[in-house]
């Protein structure tokens, strides 16, 4: 067909367009969301239809499971980290990187059910890679590569799920992690202790409402599974479906172990009289003496364990925020021994950002941001030694902080506050009081950078005050160095103070000193 009959063509299509639009709004008995669909519709089939000749027609918008985050959430996401990261660092961690893809081996078999969420990358010159589905494996294959038995690291890096996202909840498909590890042999619950006790400064630094840090130990469970009669080759599968009880009712559960795991009634009732069960040293003190569980060496080691945790927790001051709970199992099969989960108890409403990507993600079931686990972590004693040739153990223990869930109550939080949120660090923005003084302008703000001020100045040859003194309104600039042709002569800068607009002179030898003095 010729130019001149696909002109034609689309010059028909778009007249057919705007009379059913016009038929649409004329009719009593169309919505406005019926007819925004008809519209969706046609636009949709405009895009399969093509545009003009060359033009490639695509949506704007970011792929599923991910966000982009404007210069205020950015600054709340610094806050967040630096208050992680000063922690870690308190603690006497030492930080690492590694790639954010790996071998596909080296993440196979590592994650039990959840490694069908692994994103697989095209063969890349024949090596089979995988995007890192989380920091701790990467990590285990560092040491191991490395021949390292002893560090403290923490380590804060993006990682990739091919899950089913939920972005009001902070579930994402790429996501950060923040994450502290301890490997070595040491005695035992010490540094298990120390994990504890960063999980518990950093959300009470945060400020996010009231938590909770759950704790079990995956021998206590494997242990339970064998007293209630489950078969050794489906203690992980039902390790997995026991994890799911913060999110599905008991019922739910024992049905799932029945009609899809194959457990017998009466085996699922044993286990499900076990899993009910809260409580502290107590509760570890009852079931030591408990005559099934007590049957069970590596119950009693681990109930053990958690007996002497508890007794550090004390010390520490931070027992008031966990509690043993034997529902906990945390699905990844690479835990071996202590296993521990924080949670908020808090549900607060979507940002106003979410929800839209909420509404788009046709996600609609979820009213509010309903956080839950915030952090999680435990022992893997054995992850090290199956990387390393001679199957050499590197005991480790780690807590990972879930940033995007955190971040998400913080992005609310700052939504209902007065507070403005500042998104740059400017110190002070040099201003001018008449016209003609652009040069004057730049030999002070160089004067001020080169002293390592954080300053500003408009890119105007010769812009009006008002206009400077509502950019440092606008910003959250907290001071202004006025020069004019008086001030030069004088050889001093007016300050202003823009909150109370204070206004002093200040010789210009001191002006950096008193920026400092005012800002600091």
């Known amino acids: 067909m010729n130019t001149l009959g696909l002109v034609f063509m689309r010059f028909c299509a778009g007249i057919r367009t705007t009379l059913h639009l016009r038929s649409l709004r004329c009719s009593s008995g169309m919505s406005l969301s019926q007819i925004d669909e008809e519209v969706a519709k046609l636009l949709e089939l405009k895009?399969?239809?093509?545009?003009?000749?060359?033009?490639?027609?695509?949506?704007?918008?970011?792929?599923?499971?991910?966000?982009?985050?404007?210069?205020?959430?950015?600054?709340?996401?610094?806050?967040?980290?630096?208050?992680?990261?000063?922690?870690?660092?308190?603690?006497?961690?030492?930080?690492?990187?590694?790639?954010?893809?790996?071998?596909?081996?080296?993440?196979?078999?590592?994650?039990?059910?959840?490694?069908?969420?692994?994103?697989?990358?095209?063969?890349?010159?024949?090596?089979?890679?995988s995007l890192r589905y989380d920091l701790t494996v990467p990590f285990a294959r560092y040491l191991a590569m490395n021949k390292i038995t002893n560090i403290k690291r923490y380590h804060i890096a993006k990682v990739y799920r091919r899950d089913n996202p939920a972005m009001t909840r902070g579930r994402y498909r790429e996501f950060y992690q923040c994450d502290f590890d301890i490997a070595g042999q040491f005695d035992a619950m010490i540094p298990d202790a120390e994990c504890l006790k960063i999980v518990y400064e950093i959300l009470s630094e945060l400020d996010l409402g009231d938590f909770l840090i759950k704790v079990n130990d995956r021998r206590i469970l494997d242990g339970m599974f064998a007293v209630c009669g489950v078969p050794d080759e489906k203690f992980r599968t039902i390790c997995s479906t026991v994890d799911k009880l913060d999110k599905m009712a008991w019922e739910d559960v024992k049905k799932e172990m029945i009609n899809e795991k194959g457990l017998s009634e009466d085996m699922a009732d044993q286990i499900g009289e076990y899993v009910c069960m809260q409580g502290g040293m107590d509760l570890a003190d009852c079931l030591l003496q408990d005559p099934k569980l007590s049957q069970s060496k590596q119950a009693c080691a681990g109930l053990t364990d958690i007996k002497q945790l508890f007794s550090y927790l004390q010390i520490l001051q931070v027992t008031d925020k966990v509690v043993f709970d034997l529902s906990l199992a945390r699905g990844l099969d690479y835990y071996t021994g202590v296993i521990f989960e924080a949670l908020l108890s808090q549900t607060v409403p979507a940002p106003v950002s979410t929800r839209v990507e909420q509404n788009m993600a046709a996600a609609g079931d979820e009213a509010g941001v309903s956080v839950g686990s915030v952090a999680g972590g435990g022992r893997y004693d054995g992850l090290v030694g199956m990387f390393d040739p001679k199957g050499r153990k590197v005991p480790c223990v780690g807590v990972s902080i879930g940033i995007e869930r955190i971040f998400s109550i913080m992005e609310q939080k700052a939504e209902a506050s007065l507070e403005k949120v500042r998104t740059t660090e400017t110190q002070v923005l040099v201003a001018s009081a008449q016209k003609n003084l652009l040069e004057e302008r730049f030999k002070l703000i160089s004067e001020l950078w080169n002293a390592g001020i954080k300053a500003e100045f408009l890119y105007k040859k010769n812009p009006k005050l008002l206009n400077q003194l509502q950019q440092c309104e606008e910003k959250g600039i907290p001071l202004v160095a006025i020069l004019g042709e008086q001030e030069l002569k004088d050889g001093v800068v007016k300050l202003r103070n823009v909150t109370s607009r204070e206004e002093v002179d200040v010789p210009r030898a001191d002006l950096v000193d008193e920026i400092k003095k005012r800002t600091l």
């Open 47 to 129: 895009a399969q239809l093509g545009g003009d000749e060359g033009k490639h027609t695509f949506v704007l918008k970011t792929a599923k499971g991910t966000r982009d985050y404007n210069p205020k959430q950015m600054a709340i996401r610094e806050k967040v980290f630096n208050i992680i990261i000063n922690c870690f660092k308190r603690h006497g961690a030492e930080t690492i990187d590694t790639p954010v893809f790996e071998l596909k081996d080296t993440l196979t078999g590592k994650y039990g059910e959840d490694s069908k969420l692994i994103y697989d990358l095209k063969d890349q010159g024949g090596e089979l890679l």
